[in-house]
């Protein structure tokens, strides 16, 4: 009897914060980790830009061998354009379910200086467990002020997933 060997995915998401030229009304608001982040500037992206969302998908898609964000919720798709990452993330989570996969967990580590994610820790590990259907861990880093995470010009995803082969 062979065992069942657990495949592990990385996927990884940046995106810069909205600047006053980039909003022509009112400002982006913040989608992190499947939560608003009321007062904060949002991120510049084709859907709502949640790198933790976004790194998550590409983890699952890694793992399961079906590809990455773009090439399952590509740009030039209209149906995706500003499209909620939780909304990816479920569909993400379908899409590796379907190929034959049970998704055993997901880790997602955020990187950057705003928003504070410890306060809301649990409340995102719910939203983000939910959409995938399986534990959800989320930590966050910053860089000591370096890079652009470090200057707080953007976020920066980092993601690991563990998927099992259903035999």
């Given at each position: 009897?062979?065992?069942?060997v657990?495949?592990?995915?990385?996927?990884?998401?940046?995106?810069a914060?909205?600047?006053?030229?980039d909003?022509?009304?009112?400002?982006?608001?913040?989608?992190?980790?499947?939560?608003?982040?009321?007062?904060?500037?949002?991120?510049?992206?084709?859907?709502?830009?949640?790198?933790?969302?976004?790194?998550?998908?590409?983890?699952?898609?890694?793992?399961?061998?079906?590809?990455d964000?773009?090439?399952?919720?590509?740009?030039?798709?209209?149906?995706w354009?500003?499209?909620a990452?939780?909304?990816?993330?479920?569909?993400?989570?379908?899409?590796?379910?379907?190929?034959?996969?049970?998704?055993?967990?997901?880790a997602?580590?955020?990187?950057?200086?705003?928003?504070?994610?410890?306060?809301?820790?649990?409340?995102?590990?719910?939203?983000?467990?939910?959409?995938?259907?399986?534990?959800?861990?989320?930590?966050?880093?910053?860089?000591?002020?370096?890079?652009?995470?470090?200057?707080?010009e953007?976020?920066t995803?980092?993601?690991?997933?563990?998927?099992?082969?259903?035999?």
């Amino acid at each position: 009897m062979n065992p069942v060997v657990p495949l592990v995915g990385i996927g990884v998401d940046v995106h810069a914060f909205a600047t006053e030229q980039d909003v022509e009304v009112e400002p982006r608001p913040l989608r992190l980790a499947g939560l608003d982040w009321p007062g904060q500037h949002g991120l510049l992206g084709h859907s709502d830009a949640d790198v933790v969302c976004h790194a998550a998908c590409n983890a699952l898609f890694s793992a399961a061998g079906l590809g990455d964000l773009g090439s399952n919720f590509g740009t030039a798709e209209p149906e995706w354009k500003g499209a909620a990452g939780t909304v990816l993330l479920a569909e993400a989570a379908r899409r590796v379910r379907a190929a034959g996969f049970v998704i055993g967990n997901v880790a997602v580590q955020v990187v950057g200086v705003r928003p504070k994610i410890g306060p809301r820790r649990a409340e995102a590990e719910a939203v983000l467990a939910e959409a995938v259907g399986a534990p959800v861990r989320l930590s966050a880093a910053t860089t000591d002020g370096l890079g652009f995470t470090g200057r707080a010009e953007g976020l920066t995803g980092i993601a690991t997933a563990i998927v099992f082969p259903v035999s």
